[in-house]
């Protein structure tokens, strides 16, 4: 366990911070790294029971073991405290979770209250700890905790042996884990997980070795991460699993049966990580490695540290949606090493990661790729900032009020809107220069929680350097704070998509395209035609677009997804079987939820289809997915 002795308070405008001690705690370059706590309020986190101004936790320590046939995880969790002088209380973030007892670390009892539930928060543990600086609690997380989704054998692509997975952000780990969970609080963690024989264990933390046989057909897997990060990473995934190396600091783990297919739409990741260190610095997290879900997983990608989670919708065979790979790297800067303090600013890490991908992707793939998949993101912002209006204040960067909250916002404007921001202020300053400042940010604040004050305050004073005429043209406040896009947003070029958007206005007045061009196509140009096609489209229009450019076979899963909806938005009957099928084998909330939507806004076609295929594969999904669809279908008549 690490402990700290001592919790020296230093009080500033911008932070609280904690002063270094001798400890055992992790470090770099022979120094403790100890994260701050900001006190801010724009830092502050009203998603959170915890103070951790009073008492933080620094580290967390797991003992557990998995119960396929409960669904539960249950062991204990071992705190290590901050804590202010006189402080004797600390306070936690748990939801749903079976409290057994807490004690010291000699195993002397010590009193505990929980409180009462919120939605969306969970209840309150306060732990009441005297003089002391380490809690033990003993626990079981509930049977429905909405991290982790248990898998039958069916539900995977082996078929053979159940299957464990988690999503932890922005707020779900609190269901598995009693801790402070909040971005800003950032740990160090380890864990002892044991799990039944067969299976293998993997977390986001860097592996103690070769599992230990614990007797009774069960094997115990250790991990531990050494350097603080936001609780929300703390990841972890069990089952049929097996291991590919595809660089020497990079690898993939996935089921047997879909291994090679991974490791070869994964073939690039050494590159990506070399392109990633050329542009903004060293990768500080030893390993990059993957794994490759069953297709349950609700989101494209989750940048957990030396673990990245991902859905297998990202193979297409051709390595065409390897951009969500570059995009996961990039969080290792953009999001793990600096993390916004609280959701309010989810674009610091979204926005940013979102700018580095498009980087990364221009070094390897060239700049065609890169303006093409620029100029995809930014008509998504232009239709998000259009349908919400742009006086709507849920099209600002930094969120207020309930568009604040841990699911609030939309990816339209954190990740496309924060991303052209960033690549308007490079275009104005040069390129040379905005990298210069965009690597030493990250130095400055490794391993830290940041807020948008921060990130622009750390821009004038280290890239605008009191220029008032470059302050003037940069609009930084505007882009940060208000709504709308700003008149000065660095707009795509027209020509990466000039062929396109010819062909997709004579198909507008034609009815007919080119098959050979479309075969051509990257898939950037193909997913910017079909969202340029006609929104009404006849039967006997759709059935031919299907058959000339082979849309329901595609293998690409982006394609298939653009054609399913276009396909449903205009009751296209042939089109419900395939989409029946889709939505039984995927449960990605990108892709999901928005074909459910397709459906429900149908009225009386619609809406029966929605729910009968909705009562089937409900139970396959995760509970980030169903919450979404939940609500969709709740709309309806």
């Not at 807490?102 to 010590?110: F, K, M, Q, R, S």
């Not at 007797?215 to 936001?230: C, I, L, N, Q, Y």
């Not at 809406?607 to 409900?618: E, G, S, W």
């Amino acid at each position: 366990m690490r402990l700290f002795a001592t919790l020296c308070l230093i009080f500033s405008a911008a932070a609280l911070t904690a002063c270094s001690t001798q400890s055992d705690a992790p470090e770099a370059n022979g120094e403790p790294i100890v994260s701050p706590i900001l006190t801010s309020d724009d830092a502050k986190d009203p998603y959170s029971y915890a103070q951790p101004e009073i008492a933080r936790v620094t580290h967390v320590a797991l003992d557990l073991a998995l119960d396929f046939e409960n669904r539960n995880v249950g062991g204990t969790a071992t705190l290590d405290i901050m804590a202010a002088d006189g402080a004797d209380t600390v306070i936690l973030d748990t939801m749903a979770l079976e409290i057994s007892s807490v004690t010291d670390d000699a195993g002397n009892a010590l009193p505990f209250e929980l409180g009462a539930a919120k939605d969306g928060m969970g209840a309150p543990l306060a732990i009441t700890m005297g003089d002391k600086r380490q809690v033990v609690i003993t626990y079981t997380s509930g049977p429905d905790a909405k991290a982790l989704q248990w898998l039958v054998p069916a539900q995977t692509a082996g078929g053979e042996h159940p299957y464990l997975l988690s999503q932890g952000q922005p707020t779900l780990n609190r269901t598995w884990i009693p801790t402070q969970d909040s971005p800003g609080i950032r740990q160090t963690w380890e864990a002892k997980i044991t799990a039944p024989d067969p299976l293998t264990v993997v977390m986001s933390g860097l592996s103690g070795g070769d599992p230990v046989d614990t007797g009774e057909g069960r094997r115990t897997f250790s991990f531990a991460m050494d350097k603080p990060v936001a609780p929300y990473l703390i990841a972890i995934a069990a089952g049929d699993i097996v291991f590919q190396e595809l660089g020497p600091r990079s690898g993939v783990w996935t089921e047997p049966v879909m291994l090679d297919r991974a490791a070869a739409e994964l073939a690039d990741t050494e590159k990506m990580i070399d392109a990633a260190e050329e542009l903004y610095g060293e990768y500080r997290w030893g390993r990059y490695d993957m794994i490759v879900l069953p297709p349950s997983f609700p989101y494209g990608g989750m940048e957990n540290p030396v673990m990245t989670f991902l859905t297998p919708t990202f193979i297409a065979g051709d390595r065409s949606l390897t951009g969500l790979i570059a995009h996961e790297l990039a969080h290792s800067w953009s999001g793990n090493l600096v993390t916004n303090a609280n959701w309010a600013d989810s674009w610091l890490n979204e926005g940013t990661t979102s700018y580095f991908e498009n980087r990364i992707i221009e070094k390897l793939y060239g700049e065609k790729r890169a303006s093409q998949e620029r100029a995809l993101n930014f008509a998504a912002m232009e239709d998000t900032i259009a349908e919400e209006g742009a006086a709507n204040a849920i099209t600002a960067l930094h969120l207020t009020g309930e568009n604040a909250a841990p699911e609030g916002g939309t990816s339209g404007v954190i990740y496309d809107k924060g991303a052209t921001f960033l690549h308007t202020v490079e275009s104005i300053v040069g390129r040379e220069k905005f990298d210069v400042w965009l690597e030493s940010w990250f130095d400055r604040h490794a391993f830290e929680p940041a807020t948008s004050a921060m990130f622009l305050a750390d821009m004038r004073d280290n890239l605008v350097k009191g220029d008032e005429g470059l302050e003037a043209r940069l609009m930084l406040d505007e882009w940060v704070y208000k709504p709308g896009l700003p008149s000065n947003a660095l707009r795509p070029d027209p020509a990466a998509f000039a062929e396109v958007d010819k062909a997709a206005e004579a198909y507008a007045s034609s009815r007919t395209l080119d098959e050979a061009v479309w075969g051509k196509w990257t898939s950037a140009e193909r997913l910017r035609l079909l969202s340029k096609l006609p929104r009404d489209l006849s039967d006997e229009e759709l059935a031919k677009l299907d058959n000339d450019l082979g849309l329901s076979a595609s293998g690409n899963n982006e394609i298939l997804f653009a054609w399913l909806e276009l396909a449903l938005q205009n009751r296209y009957e042939p089109a419900v079987p395939l989409a029946e099928k889709f939505l039984g084998t995927v449960g990605r909330r990108k892709f999901v939820s928005p074909l459910f939507e397709a459906l429900m806004e149908q009225g009386t076609w619609g809406q029966p289809i929605a729910r009968r295929i909705y009562a089937k594969t409900r139970s396959g999904y995760h509970a980030v997915t169903t919450g979404t669809v939940d609500e969709v279908l709740s709309g309806g008549g």
